[in-house]
């Protein structure tokens, strides 16, 4: 069955600190991979999301999130936290087949001044 | 574009008492509609899923049921809550055959 970890539950990060979110994934094929990111009481808003083609994807907000298959590995980056960053990020995967999602249990994100 | 509504965004219904959350798509024909729970501690968790109208499928065994008498709307109900039911619970859709999911705000449902 496929799943997804986040081992880290909780990161503080420095403002203007790079950031690094990790998520690992567990699937026979190369899966469809997405990021999410939840700001307190609110609904999940797609960061990123990779298909195929071009390992290390952008998307908004300035993450960027690159796919290793050997590692099984799909992890956020950001060069540089601003402190509107603090939420809760979900990885996420999905084989495809009716695009339901598996999620991770998330990685909630406090950036300290 | 399209967008996602949900609601009520916030509720608090006592133990034993019916619940209906509604959800409808704008801007798109035919969508995917998912339900899904964020249960303090536990994750998201897919309730039900449709591709279409009247086809619901549940995922996990439990006191609440999902509807899709339109097209573009989706119904989460229960006839009687249980206090395990409290949760954040979020509509979603996504295009035919397509796999990017996109989520509502979400609703609060608070069960006492």
């Known amino acids: 069955a496929q799943s997804v970890t986040q081992p880290d539950i909780h990161i503080t990060v420095s403002e203007g600190a790079s950031l690094e979110l990790r998520c690992n994934y567990s699937?026979?094929?190369?899966?469809?991979l997405f990021w999410y990111v939840q700001s307190p009481g609110q609904g999940l808003q797609l960061l990123l999301k990779?298909?195929?083609?071009?390992?290390l994807v952008q998307g908004i907000k300035g993450f960027e999130a690159e796919f290793k298959r050997s590692q099984s590995s799909f992890n956020l980056r950001k060069p540089s936290v601003h402190w509107s960053d603090a939420a809760e990020y979900f990885c996420?995967?999905?084989?495809?087949?009716?695009?339901?999602?598996?999620f991770g249990k998330g990685t909630k994100l406090s950036v300290k001044p | 574009s399209q967008t996602i509504h949900q609601w009520p965004a916030t509720l608090v219904q006592p133990v034993g008492s019916p619940l209906s959350l509604e959800c409808t798509v704008e801007?798109?024909?035919?969508?995917?509609l998912y339900w899904y729970r964020q249960a303090a501690g536990r994750g998201l968790q897919l309730l039900f899923y449709?591709?279409?109208?009247?086809?619901i499928s549940s995922e996990v065994p439990q006191n609440l049921s999902a509807s899709r008498p339109q097209d573009r709307q989706f119904i989460l109900s229960s006839k009687k809550l249980l206090l395990s039911d409290s949760g954040f619970y979020l509509c979603?859709?996504?295009?035919?055959?397509?796999?990017?999911?996109?989520f509502g705000e979400g609703s609060w449902l608070t069960v006492v």
């Open positions: 699937y026979g094929a190369t899966p469809y």
């Open positions: 996420a995967v999905t084989p495809g087949s009716q695009g339901n999602l598996i």
């Open positions: 801007g798109t024909s035919n969508p995917n």
């Open positions: 979603a859709w996504s295009v035919l055959g397509r796999n990017t999911i996109y």
């Open positions: 449709s591709v279409g109208i009247g086809q």
């Open positions: 990779y298909f195929s083609g071009d390992t």
